[in-house]
């Protein structure tokens, strides 16, 4: 089965840079979140969007925005990097409703050097 | 500040074992969830139990609910070497979006 497609899978990028995550949902799922999780730490929640709108938005910086498209894939923009953005970036896609769960992606390991 | 508190934080048990790991939170929610994360991982969803339910069971797996002490356990039974991980609780509050907020983690050390 189709899982949560995220790329690029690592990322290395030095400080003030921009960079761009991306990630394709499961189909049919209406909902994808982003987390971000630094070493060590549990995911913090960043921001989520329902059928291409946002719908919530977390501890996410001025300098991140994020989109989801029309083909329901999204992409979470960082810029002026710093080195504290060094972190593993997850996104998650559900059914709003569904009570199943969120189905993770393999996450995307920015290091800012 | 963090929804969910862990405990304990790290747990080392032999194998064949049974693991029990708490969670509390503060706010009233929807349903509690259940991850896995292997070390630089994926979180793996493992079981979700709704704020109507006590208990539930999947395979090894048993989870409790305790809406009026706002606690979680889970519970893995004969643990396996491959069950080393961490698990985290993740609570989807009533007044959100089903947004999850994580607790700090267990992590879990089966030895063989």
């Known amino acids: 089965a189709a899982g949560v497609i995220q790329s690029p899978r690592h990322l290395i990028k030095e400080k003030r840079e921009t960079a761009t995550l991306k990630c394709y949902p499961i189909p049919r799922h209406d909902t994808v979140y982003w987390y971000q999780q630094g070493p060590g730490q549990d995911p913090q929640f960043l921001i989520s969007f329902y059928e291409k709108m946002q719908s919530d938005k977390g501890s996410i910086p001025d300098r991140f925005s994020a989109q989801q498209f029309s083909d329901y894939h999204s992409e979470l923009n960082m810029s002026s990097l710093e080195l504290g953005d060094s972190a593993l970036y997850f996104c998650?896609?559900?059914?709003?409703?569904?009570?199943?769960?969120?189905?993770f992606g393999s996450g995307t390991r920015l290091t800012v050097v | 500040s963090q929804q969910g508190e862990e405990d304990p934080q790290a747990l080392s048990i032999q194998e064949g074992e049974n693991a029990t790991m708490n969670c509390s939170y503060k706010?009233?929610?929807?349903?509690l969830q259940w991850y896995r994360q292997n070390s630089g991982r994926g979180l793996v969803h493992l079981i979700l139990i709704r704020s109507n339910e006590r208990e539930k069971h999947s395979g090894r797996l048993r989870v409790t609910l305790d809406t009026s002490k706002k606690s979680s356990s889970l519970l893995i039974t004969a643990s396996r070497a491959a069950d080393t991980a961490s698990y985290f609780c993740a609570t989807a509050e009533v007044s959100g979006n089903e947004k999850l907020t994580f607790g700090t983690g267990t992590r879990l050390t089966i030895i063989p």
């Open positions: 706010t009233s929610i929807n349903n």
């Open positions: 998650a896609s559900s059914l709003l409703g569904g009570g199943y769960g969120y189905t």
